[in-house]
Every structure is written in structure tokens, then in C-alpha cells.
T-cell receptor, first 114, second 112 residues
Framework: EAQVTQNPRYLITVTGKKLTVTCSQN?????MSWYRQDPGLGLRQIYY???????DKGDVPEGYKVSRKEKRNFPLILESPSPNQTSLYFC?????????????FGNGTRLTVT | KQEVTQIPAALSVPEGENLVLNCSFT??????LQWFRQDPGKGLTSLLL?????REQTSGRLNASLDKSSGRSTLYIAASQPGDSATYLC???????????FGGGTRVLVKP
């Protein structure tokens, strides 16, 4: 089944403890992206990647890192999480880099930083 | 800076009524426009993608129109059903890049 898989679905952690949220897609998509969704602020783009080894900042990249060493994987890294990074995170992918194909989303990761 | 607005934020209709959802954007230089559906606690599902050169796109009971000059898109859902209850979001990428800007969404409740 074609899908975008995020892990974990739920994560509770403490301030400053490094964590990684994994994202993997099995559709051979070039484009991958991370979003966070917060009440009243909607969905905001964190980072995106147009292909392997090509990443770029979205609208809210501060406090996050990403890497794209393989086409299928696009992990989101929080080196030193803070409570303001408590949010619902989504990974998404699409076939091409020019947004001519629809975005496929994972089911989300709900992160709580205490 | 692109701003995307969806009004109303919430909508309640009886089953069978047609739904009309609005999306407006400030910068008409868009590459395309996508409509998504989000169920509670779930990710987004792409419903329709309209290229900037298209005026409308149809899929089953769904029809989306695009008027770039006025910065508006409308999603029509015919003969609504309780299963259509969800939040509907629109999103546009900048023409020259890949940053997607999302609207705040319209939460729809279809009452049986």
C-alpha cells in the first residue's frame, strides 16, 4: 500500500532531550516536507526537500533539523526540544518537486515537551 | 507574503444540502491550488489539485473552481452526507518555490 509512515504517533519528552521523528514513503516521491499544526495557527511548513541531499527551510525552521540521505526517508530532528515545540507534526510527500502532483500526508506525530 | 483565508471557519448543514467552501489568497502568482480533507486526529487527504491554467476540477461529488485574478477558489460538495463531516483546507505554493501556504480550514458538520 502506498503510504507515508511516521513514527512515533505519540511522544512525550522533556526539555533538552534530543529526539528524532522518522518519516518514510514507499512511492518513490522526490518531494518531502514537514509541517506542524497548532490551534489558531494552522499548518506551517518547517522544512522541505526537493530531492536527495537537497533541503530548504520553510516558514518555521528554528529549532529543527532535517536530512535527506535516501529518497524514501526524511527524519525530523529536534536537537534540544523546548515546550513551544509541543505540536502535531505531519510529514508529506509528492511525486515531483514542482507541486504538480498531490501531497500525501502521514498520520501525524503528537509531540509534548514538558 | 502569501496569505490564505478560509471563511467561514465552521459550517453546519443538514444532510443532502450542497456545501460551498471558500478559499481566498492574496498573491495570484500561484503554481496550483490543492484542496484537502482532514479527519480528527488524522493526516490530510488530497481531494483535488487545480493547475494555475485550469478553471475547475471535478471528482465525483466534488467540484473545485479557481479564479486567479480575483484570488479565489471554491469547493462544491454536492448532496452532502454525514461522512463528509471533516475539516477542509486549501493550500497554494508560490510560483517560484515550493513553500506551501495553508488556509486555516473550514470545519464542516453534516447533520443526519
Amino acid at each position: 500500500e502506498a503510504q507515508v509512515t511516521q513514527n512515533p504517533r505519540y511522544l512525550i519528552t522533556v526539555t533538552g532531550k534530543k529526539l528524532t521523528v522518522t518519516c518514510s514513503q514507499n512511492m518513490n516521491h522526490e518531494y518531502m516536507s514537514w509541517y506542524r499544526q497548532d490551534p489558531g495557527l494552522g499548518l506551517r511548513q518547517i522544512y522541505y526537500s526537493m530531492n536527495v541531499e537537497v533541503t530548504d527551510k520553510g516558514d518555521v525552521p528554528e529549532g529543527y533539523k532535517v536530512s535527506r540521505k535516501e529518497k524514501r526517508n526524511f527524519p525530523l530532528i529536534l536537537e534540544s526540544p523546548s515546550p513551544n515545540q509541543t505540536s502535531l507534526y505531519f510529514c508529506a510527500s509528492s511525486l515531483d518537486s514542482f507541486n504538480n502532483s498531490p501531497l500525501h500526508f502521514g498520520n501525524g506525530t503528537r509531540l509534548t515537551v514538558t | 507574503k502569501q496569505e490564505v483565508t478560509q471563511i467561514p471557519a465552521a459550517l453546519s448543514v443538514p444532510e443532502g444540502e450542497n456545501l460551498v467552501l471558500n478559499c481566498s489568497f492574496t498573491d495570484s502568482a500561484i503554481y496550483n491550488l490543492q484542496w484537502f480533507r482532514q479527519d480528527p486526529g488524522k493526516g490530510l487527504t488530497s481531494l483535488l489539485l487545480i493547475q494555475s491554467s485550469q478553471r475547475e476540477q471535478t471528482s465525483g461529488r466534488l467540484n473545485a473552481s479557481l479564479d486567479k485574478s480575483s484570488g479565489r477558489s471554491t469547493l462544491y460538495i454536492a448532496a452532502s452526507q454525514p461522512g463528509d463531516s471533516a475539516t477542509y483546507l486549501c493550500a497554494v505554493p508560490k510560483a517560484a518555490g515550493n513553500k506551501l501556504t495553508f488556509g486555516g480550514g473550514t470545519r464542516v458538520l453534516v447533520k443526519p
